[in-house]
């Protein structure tokens, strides 16, 4: 895997993916506004993505009639430099009409412990947690 990070000006960068894909980010500085997410928020939106995308793969594999997921996570970090992350909770929102709880929570097990190399990575210094709900779409209907 090959990306790409171009410094553009003040604390913005340019991240580009070996697929072409750009991304803006950076902090705020003097001269303006922030120009996107931090590098840290990155790392967080990448490790939602990561699972969120294991989640989908496994709810659909085992058929279930799932309409979307979403996950929302939550970090602390370490007061002293490199300032890792210390505590991550995800907490997943899935929706669909009838979707089996016992079934997500063995894809969001199966993707936080085993398949999520982003979750894997992080969990050598935060302790990472994760429950979820479901909205069911077919209530009332």
């Known amino acids: 895997m090959d990306v790409r990070v171009k410094w553009v000006e ?5 991240g580009e993916a070996e697929s072409g894909h750009k991304i803006v980010f950076g902090t705020a500085s003097e001269a303006g506004p922030k120009p996107g997410p931090s590098p840290m928020e990155l790392v967080l939106i990448g490790t939602g993505g990561c699972s969120a995308w294991d989640v989908v793969s496994i709810l659909e594999k085992g058929r279930e009639p799932v309409a979307s997921v979403e996950v929302e996570l939550d970090a602390d970090r370490a007061e ?6 210390t505590r991550i909770h995800m907490h997943f929102v899935v929706r669909g009409r009838g979707v089996n709880p016992a ?25 990472i947690t994760h429950d979820f709900e ?3 779409d077919g209530a009332g209907a």
Do not use: H, W
């Open 10 to 14: 003040d604390r913005t960068f340019v």
């Open 134 to 136: 479901i909205v069911d």
């Open 103 to 127: 079934k997500v929570e063995r894809a969001i097990s199966l993707s936080v412990d085993k398949y999520c190399s982003a979750s894997a990575m992080l969990a050598r210094s935060a302790t």
């Open 80 to 85: 002293t430099d490199p300032k890792v992350f």
